[in-house]
Every structure is written in C-alpha cells, then in structure tokens.
C-alpha cells in the first residue's frame, strides 16, 4: 500500500483462482526464519516486511473492517540430534555474518 501511496503503479500476480485458497492460507504468514542464506538482501528485505506487516494489517482493518488476524508468534525449528542442530546453528550464524546482525538474534539451542 505504500507504493501505491507513492504514486506508483503496483500489480499483483498470481496463478489464478486455482491458487485462491492457498493464497487465504498463507496471506497472514511472512516467514522470516532461514530465508536469504547466500542472499543479504533478501534477509534484510524479508525482516523488514515482517516488520512492517502490522502497520499494513491495521491499516487494511481501517479501510475495510476486515481484521486479517495477524498474528507474529514466531516459529520453531526441530533439529533431530546434535549433528541437525550443529548444522543448523552454523548456518544461522552465516546468516547473521553475511546480513549483519539486524535485529536478528540466535536461537537458544535446547536439547533433552
């Protein structure tokens, strides 16, 4: 909605009604967690739309009454074994290396 306050043309596309249903599942998610390794850009574009998400939420429920029921839990990666979490925890922080540290925090590892 930003960019079309800026006076710029915005397009949405999609691959038809097919997809709808998909599209109404997945409309309140923006997954941050593990997106853009190898892509600083994309991590820190991905962070910031989950940033500003509720900003475009309220403002969607002010313009039509329609509460999109955003909701920014977080998420929970399970890694079987030592071996999955060492993995894991190495590419979290490559992650970190190569955007910066953003706001982005490493996960406490927790194992039985």
């Given at each position: 909605?930003?960019?079309?306050?800026?006076?710029?043309?915005?397009?949405?596309?999609?691959?038809?009604?097919?997809?709808?249903?998909?599209?109404?599942?997945?409309?309140r998610l923006v997954w941050v967690?593990s997106k853009g390794l190898g892509?600083?850009?994309?991590?820190?574009?991905?962070?910031?739309?989950?940033?500003?998400?509720?900003?475009?939420?309220?403002?969607?429920?002010?313009?039509?009454?329609?509460?999109?029921?955003?909701?920014?839990?977080?998420?929970?990666q399970l890694c079987l074994g030592?071996?999955?979490?060492?993995?894991?925890?190495?590419?979290?922080?490559?992650?970190?290396?190569?955007?910066?540290?953003?706001?982005?925090?490493?996960?406490?590892?927790?194992?039985?």
């Open positions: 909605m930003a960019i079309a306050r800026a006076g710029l043309g915005v397009a949405i596309l999609d691959e038809g009604r097919h997809c709808l249903s998909r599209l109404a599942r997945q409309f967690q892509a600083p850009h994309y991590q820190r574009w991905t962070r910031r739309s989950a940033e500003e998400w509720p900003l475009l939420a309220a403002e969607l429920g002010e313009k039509t009454g329609i509460d999109v029921g955003l909701e920014q839990k977080g998420g929970v030592e071996a999955e979490l060492a993995k894991r925890r190495a590419m979290m922080e490559r992650m970190q290396a190569e955007a910066g540290n953003f706001r982005l925090r490493l996960p406490h590892a927790r194992s039985r």
